[in-house]
């Protein structure tokens, strides 16, 4: 493991990307992760990777899918508007199983909205954005070390599952500096073997092809079938998630990435005035934790989901709880980050509901 | 006339099909452009001996399988993207012979943005661009390259500038461009003209192996079911409409623009 | 004897015609057979081919495989006696030997 460093988000994403092996990095300037690009076009060109600024975003998803479709660890970034640009190529690339990592910058939106953090993305990275049945894998991070650490585990991810992982952050996570280390991580034993690679065919074998083409709907119901079968592993491997004083808690909080942080410091605030809060921070959007939600479901009195959005992710929970608690929502738009005393306020709320409730069902 | 006997005895076989063309039947109207191109193109990888390192990009539109029938690693790109597919791949496997095959609809409608940066960043592969002024494989649309007057089942009163505007030279404006290294227009539809297109895929081959730079070879072809011709009469409406529009010849050569030529 | 010669794929030509206008020789013509696809084949007509591969050049099918006369080929020949004359074939036929000769199998 490498010193600490005090590093931007973006940048420790960047440096990430290189130490994990990306072979090929295709990205166009969006704020609020323009620095990606740029940390890459000096130190990423400097240590021998591929690093090119393109014309589009629509250009880069398919210059990433070129590049995966050689075997290579290719990667992108872009933010909410340029991600939308990319769904076509994730939708390809997706079907064509091919590994790579593509990192949103979530800004606010809808439309060209503006450049401070929201997570109005979750929808768009979860539920699909591209057409079709398929799935990314979705790593939230919520602190500039996570910035760094998902770039190795995306990448693996990517590569085990021949799936694409996307990892999103914000726009605050993307600019703020926090101390981060880089873990040992040795490239040449993480890579696999891809046989399936476009590089040239050799006489030994058939030509491969790289197509997400099925004309006839036998065979492409039967890829369809082994993507699902695929997300039903990951769905049973790869759940990841943090919990926060849940052991007894009577009132929970979910959130994600940066409302993450602001749910720690409201539970904190709220265990500080004597109210049992805990949180739960899915890690993996995609696989979303549901069973531990679930099961968390049958201990607490309520759920409060927290984002920065309209309420996206609340959806995910009320499946999850299945309608055994309530679950109520908070959220700021348009590129506001909620603070925890805010978080707090509408907790107390919540549980002064809950008291009358109690109190008058005697 | 009867059917002659053949006799193969005391002769040596001077030309067959192509070993890097697959035995798949290839799907395309009898007297298509499509399949002398891919002939052509498997030809010259079999004599240059560079299956093995080579990999090619395919389009959406009627040559959307051409991985079906060219026996190289291929990849199917999304409709307009294969010029960034293709850099994506050469800028991972540089020493690797890389193609994209693109129609008209492909490389100039929607993939214009892409075929123009990859040509303006000099990638060092080469583009094959068949243009047959029509969008075959969705039924016989109007493709930029239309031509004015031509009817297509979205012109069935013919092109007309004030609506759809212009017959889009692409080739000319990428010859412009200082990261095109070889830019040349061809046709398939007589022996002469194979030929002369056989010659050009070579060089620009040989190009990629010097790392010149970005070559791009028009192929002006026809497209019998959507003119609703013959094979023989689409060639000679070719021959009269097609070719004074986009006129067969070199038009950069050795990354310079060739006097008089249409770029001019 | 003719200078050259060209055997056509008849399953795989879809009767397009160009090999004809192409042929200089005017040897090439339309069957009036059908193969199973439903198209009229091309098919050679005279005995005066010369192998120029005018019609194997325009083929889009890759249907043809042309022969040229050789000092080389012929001196083969005549020293070599054929086992079997076979003609007038549609499509693919399989020949199966008692006993393999020596040397090369020309057909």
């Known amino acids: 493991m490498s010193d600490f460093q005090l590093m931007k988000g973006n940048e420790a994403l960047a440096e990430a990307a290189i130490r994990a092996g990306c072979d090929g ?9 323009s620095e990606v690009l740029e940390y890459l076009a000096e130190e990423g060109r400097n240590r021998g990777m591929v690093v090119l600024q393109v014309e589009s975003e629509l250009a880069a998803i398919n210059m990433v899918y070129g590049a995966a479709g050689t075997g290579k660890r290719a990667m992108t970034s872009s933010s909410s508007p340029g991600i939308s640009l990319m769904q076509e190529g994730l939708s390809y690339i997706a079907s064509a199983e091919l590994p790579c990592l593509v990192v949103n910058v979530n800004r606010g939106g809808p439309g060209l909205g503006t450049i401070q953090p929201s997570q109005g993305d979750y929808f768009q990275s979860t539920k699909g954005g591209g057409h079709g049945d398929y799935h990314l894998i979705v790593l939230a991070p919520s602190s500039v070390q996570e910035m ?12 085990k599952y021949r799936n694409p992982v996307m990892i999103l952050a914000d726009g605050a996570l993307g ?12 490239v040449a034993e993480r890579s696999i073997p891809k046989p399936w690679a476009t590089v040239g ?5 058939e030509r491969n092809i790289i197509t997400s083409l099925h004309i006839q709907s036998e065979k492409m119901e039967v890829i369809n079938k082994r993507l699902q079968e695929k997300y039903r592993i990951i769905r049973e491997q790869e759940v990841r998630y943090q919990t926060v004083h849940v052991d007894d808690a009577e009132i929970l909080l979910v959130g994600y990435g940066l409302a993450a942080r602001v749910c720690h410091r409201a539970v904190e605030l709220a265990r500080h005035h004597g109210i049992a809060a805990g949180l739960l921070r899915p890690i993996t959007l995609f696989p979303y934790p549901t069973e531990i939600i679930h099961t968390l479901a049958q201990q607490v009195e309520k759920i409060l989901v927290v984002e920065m959005n309209s309420g996206q992710m609340v959806e995910d929970v009320r499946l999850a709880v299945e309608g055994t608690v309530p679950v109520e929502f908070f959220g700021r738009m348009g590129g506001i980050i909620p603070s925890p005393e805010e978080v ?3 907790l107390t709320s919540m549980m002064k509901t809950q008291q009358q409730y109690e109190e008058s069902h005697v | 006339m009867s059917e002659a006997t053949v006799l193969t005895e005391g002769m040596e076989c001077i030309w067959q099909k192509p070993a890097t063309l697959t035995d798949t039947l290839m799907h395309y109207c009898p007297g298509c452009g499509h399949g002398v191109v891919h002939k052509v193109l498997m030809e010259v990888v079999q004599e240059l001996g560079i299956q093995s390192e080579t990999i090619g990009v395919a389009p959406v539109g009627c040559s959307v399988f051409a991985y079906n029938y060219l026996n190289v690693d291929m990849q199917e790109a999304a409709h307009g993207r294969a010029a960034a597919v293709a850099t994506g791949i050469k800028r991972m496997l540089p020493d690797k012979y890389v193609f994209s095959y693109q129609g008209d609809g492909d490389l100039a409608a929607i993939g214009t943005g892409e075929t123009m940066h990859a040509a303006n960043r000099g990638e060092n592969f080469l583009v094959i661009f068949v243009n047959n002024a029509i969008y075959g494989m969705t039924g016989g649309q109007m493709a930029p390259t239309t031509l004015l007057g031509m009817k297509t089942s979205t012109t069935p009163e013919g092109r007309k500038v004030d609506t759809q505007g212009f017959p889009f030279r692409i080739t000319e404006l990428i010859a412009m461009l200082p990261g095109s290294y070889y830019v040349t227009r061809h046709a398939v539809h007589t022996p ?4 002369y297109f056989k010659k050009a895929v070579t060089k620009a081959f040989t190009h990629q192996k010097e790392k010149k730079g970005y070559c791009l070879i028009e192929v002006v072809s026809n497209c019998p079911s959507g003119w609703k011709m013959t094979p023989l009469e689409a060639n000679k409406w070719m ?11 070199d038009i950069k050569v050795d990354g310079k623009l060739v006097a008089k030529s249409s770029a001019q | ?26 040897s090439v013509a339309l069957s009036k057979e059908i193969n199973t696809h439903g198209y009229h084949y091309a098919v050679l007509v005279q005995d005066n081919c010369t192998g120029c591969l005018n019609c194997a050049l325009v083929c889009p099918d890759a249907v043809i495989t042309v022969y040229r006369a050789s000092k080389k080929s012929a001196q083969k020949a005549s020293e070599r006696q054929p086992v079997a004359t076979i003609s007038n074939v549609k499509g693919n036929i399989k020949v199966v030997l008692d006993e393999m000769p020596e040397g090369r199998i020309d057909i």
Request: one cysteine or more; charged letters at 25%.
């Open chain 1, 25 to 33: 990095y295709f990205g166009y300037p969006i704020t609020p992760q």
């Open chain 1, 148 to 159: 760094a650490d998902f770039v190795y585990d995306g990448f693996d991810l990517a590569d």
């Open chain 1, 175 to 186: 600019q703020m500096m926090e101390k981060v280390s880089f873990r040992d991580y040795n």
């Open chain 1, 201 to 205: 065919k050799p006489s030994s074998r």
């Open chain 1, 344 to 346: 707090l306020t509408k």
């Open chain 2, 192 to 195: 002469n003209a194979v030929r």
């Open chain 2, 239 to 249: 021959e009269q409409n097609m070719f004074p529009v986009y006129p067969i010849g």
């Open chain 3, 1 to 26: 004897m003719p200078r050259g010669t060209v055997e056509f794929n008849i399953e795989t030509c879809k009767g397009c015609e160009l090999c004809i206008e192409a042929c200089p020789q005017d």
